[in-house]
Each structure stands twice: as C-alpha cells, then as structure tokens.
C-alpha cells in the first residue's frame, strides 16, 4: 500500500493508535506515523477485567502479553487478595497483533499538523486520506490541572522462581518518599516479572539511577537474585486535579477525531488510558465511515460525557495531591484497599456508584448517602473541576 492509499490516517502510533487500528482490521486501509521508529517501545499497559467488556476483550485478545484471575495489594499490616482479574499488553504483543492486521502501514515521520483532509509533515510532505486521526499522546492545555503518576520498571529475569501467581498492584509496604511510593509487581512467569518502582508525586522528575538502585535493593529484599536485567521502562503520567472539559473539547477543531491522551482520555486518578482507548477504537469502528466531522462528533459526546462523569475521580486526586501531606497519602489509599471488592472494582472501571462515593469519602462504617451528599458539593455532580 502507498502512503497515498491509506483511507484512514492516523498522526501518532502510540496506544490508542495501535488499538484503532487493530479495531479497523481488514475494514480499512490504515498508515500508522510517528516520529519514533519503534513507538511501542519500552511498554507495558494492562487494565483490570472489569475496565472493558467482552466483545472489546475478544478482539483486543490477541494483543494481550498474559491475563491472570486475581490481584493483590499490601499495606503494612494488610495483604490483601482481590478476586478481579488483570491483563497485561507489550510492545512485542501489541506489535505483534498489528503485524498480522493485512492493510496496516507505517511511516516514521513527524507531524507537523493534521486537518479534516490529511496531514503535513515536517519535511513538507502531504499526505491526503478519507480520515485522520489524531493521536499524537499528551500535551499540556491550560483546562486542564495535572500531577504525576511516575515510574521506573525494570522487567528481571531471576536466577530461581519468585513464588508469585499473581500481580501485586501495589506493595506499599516499602518507605515512603517523593510521594505516595509503592512497587509494582507483574510475573509473566516463574522467573520473569516487571518490578516498577512508582510514585505519586508534586514533581514529575525521577532520577533513573536511583529508581535502579530502589528496584535492586527491594529485589534483594525479597530474597531474589537477579540473573538479568530484560528490558527498562519509565513513564511520568499526567493525574487531573481538575479539568474543564467543555473549554478543551471547543479548542480542538471540529472535524479532526482526536484519541488517546491527546485527548485527554484517562482515568484521572489511575492514569490509565487503556480502556478508553479500546471503547474509541470500537467508537471509530461504528462511524469511521460516516466522515470525520460524525466521527468527531461521536468521540466529542462519548468524552464530554465521560469527563463530566469522572468529577469524582479528580476530587480524589484533589484529596490525594492537595488535602493529605505527602507521607499521609499511603494512609489514605490503604483506607480505600480495606472497602468491598465490588467497590474497587467500578472504581477501577470508572462506574462508581453514589453510594460507592459516599463509601469512598466518608469514615467506616459508611454514613447515610443523604448525609454524605450535603458533605460533598460539586464532588457528585457533573462538575467541571
Ligand atoms: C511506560 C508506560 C506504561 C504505562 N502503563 C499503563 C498501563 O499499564 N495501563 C494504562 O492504561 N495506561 C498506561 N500508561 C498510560 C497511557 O495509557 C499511555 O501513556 C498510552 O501509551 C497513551 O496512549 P496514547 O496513544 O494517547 O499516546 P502514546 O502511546 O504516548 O502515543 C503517542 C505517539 O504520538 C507520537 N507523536 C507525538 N507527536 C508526534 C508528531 N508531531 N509527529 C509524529 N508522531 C508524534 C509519539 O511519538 C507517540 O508514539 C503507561 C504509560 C507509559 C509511558
């Protein structure tokens, strides 16, 4: 396929990208561009079962690294197993699944802006498609308020097995510094797992060397020993605090379809980004062909909708970020680790109910929601912040 031939284009070949394209299999000819020739690189996105349904699970299935059917979470004095199930893509995966997409081009370029008929790029080269997608990751907006969810990981290959059977999310139980600090553990086998060391964080700066030395000292207290050091990852994600949608949603032109971080599609308090990119790649299925202008349309109502929806979610950071000192905010997510699983869960998948929130916010045993609400102005409405 010629770079001219592609019906749809789309600027960016990061996540959301890579999960449209796969969505469009064999429906469209697609061209990927980036600036970087390997965009996956160094990445590994997982999501929790319950983040997306099961006809998006069928046909995000061959992308996925590993699955496994539960969870684990530890806080000093509390180890706790959650029965949700969690999954994991890689670069090798998700590039893998794409590679076996017929009608999938790339083109390593930069973009120098994208509009409803094509995009230029920065050598001078246009390339003109039914479509464009924009998808060219996060860039800062001033609708929108952020801290740092960052992270170092190092995938280890050990030298006899870890004994874990599952991923440990969050192990808290290490000394807190620079934030809410916790490490992350994923055990794609018996030797092999992601250690990332992570932290919520006022600064986004992380020094890499640093974060090295954390992950082999915590792999030393464990009692394993490192054979080899795979591969490296890192990451600085943006946590809303507070996010006018209506004012960025009218500053992106109406007839270029904008995904991804780009257009601010993530959980406010976890980062994730994954399963809204998978519910707009199944948007960009259902519409791709009405034209840009409706498919815009679709994602600008689907992402409004979901942005006032998640008031409550940036609230949280509010709480996490600015009411509680940075060696009080381990407190405050053992706190939420202690409530019923089913809680946890539409939390994760965004689908907190009024009495999830109230449960959230209020001490245990939870007061009555009436109460609750009238503690609460703005946080359970659509509010804008
Ligand atoms: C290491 C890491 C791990 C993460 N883990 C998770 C996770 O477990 N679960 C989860 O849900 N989220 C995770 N995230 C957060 C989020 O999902 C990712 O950042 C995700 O990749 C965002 O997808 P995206 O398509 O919006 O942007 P990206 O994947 O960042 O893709 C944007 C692409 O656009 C390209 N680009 C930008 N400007 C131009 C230009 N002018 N011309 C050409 N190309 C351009 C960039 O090179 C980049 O490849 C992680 C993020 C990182 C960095």
Redesign the pocket.
């Known amino acids: 396929m010629t770079h001219q031939a592609a019906q749809v284009v789309i600027?960016?070949?990061?996540?959301?990208?890579s999960l449209a394209a796969l969505r469009l299999a064999g429906a469209a000819r697609v061209l990927l561009?980036?600036?970087?020739a390997d965009?996956l690189a160094?990445?590994?996105?997982?999501?929790h079962a319950g983040d997306i349904h099961a006809s998006q699970r069928a046909w995000l299935a061959p992308a996925i690294r590993r699955a496994w059917d539960g969870q684990q979470v530890r806080f000093p004095g509390r180890t706790r197993g959650l029965r949700s199930g969690y999954a994991?893509l890689d670069a090798d995966s998700l590039g893998a699944a794409l590679a076996g997409v017929p009608g999938v081009a790339r083109l390593t370029?930069?973009?120098a802006s994208v509009d409803a008929g094509g995009v230029s790029l920065a050598d001078g080269r246009r390339i003109d498609a039914d479509l464009v997608l924009d998808?060219?990751?996060?860039v800062p907006h001033p609708a929108i308020q952020v801290r740092f969810q960052k992270f170092l990981g190092q995938e280890l290959r050990l030298a006899a097995p870890h004994g874990l059977t599952r991923p440990v999310i969050m192990d808290a139980t290490v000394p807190q510094r620079d934030g809410y600090r916790f490490f992350y553990l994923l055990p794609f086998d018996d030797t092999r797992l992601l250690v990332e060391a992570t932290y919520y964080s006022d600064a986004a700066a992380l020094s890499a060397n640093d974060q090295r030395a954390a992950i082999a000292a915590y792999a030393a207290d464990q009692g394993w020993q490192v054979a080899e050091v795979v591969r490296e990852?890192?990451?600085v994600?943006p946590i809303a605090l507070r996010f006018d949608p209506d004012a960025f949603w009218r500053s992106l032109p109406p007839d270029v379809p904008t995904i991804?971080?780009?257009a601010m599609r993530?959980h406010p308090l976890t980062?994730?980004?994954?399963?809204h990119?998978v519910r707009d790649a199944d948007l960009i299925a259902r519409h791709w062909r009405q034209g840009p202008r409706a498919l815009a349309r679709e994602l600008r109502r689907t992402s409004l909708a979901d942005a006032r929806a998640q008031g409550f979610y940036r609230l949280l950071s509010r709480m996490l970020f600015e009411a509680a000192a940075p060696d009080e905010r381990r407190r405050v997510m053992a706190r939420f680790y202690g409530l019923p699983e089913p809680l946890i869960e539409r939390f994760y998948a965004g689908r907190s109910t009024l009495a999830d929130k109230a449960r959230i916010l209020t001490g245990r045993p939870p007061v009555p929601v009436g109460r609750a609400l009238r503690c609460l102005p703005g946080a359970l409405r659509a509010d804008p912040a």
């Open positions: 600027a960016g070949a990061g996540l959301s990208a561009i980036d600036q970087r965009p160094g990445h590994t996105w997982s999501f994991s370029a930069r973009v998808a060219r990751g996060f990852e890192s990451g994600l991804g971080l780009r993530f980062g994730y980004s994954l399963p990119a």
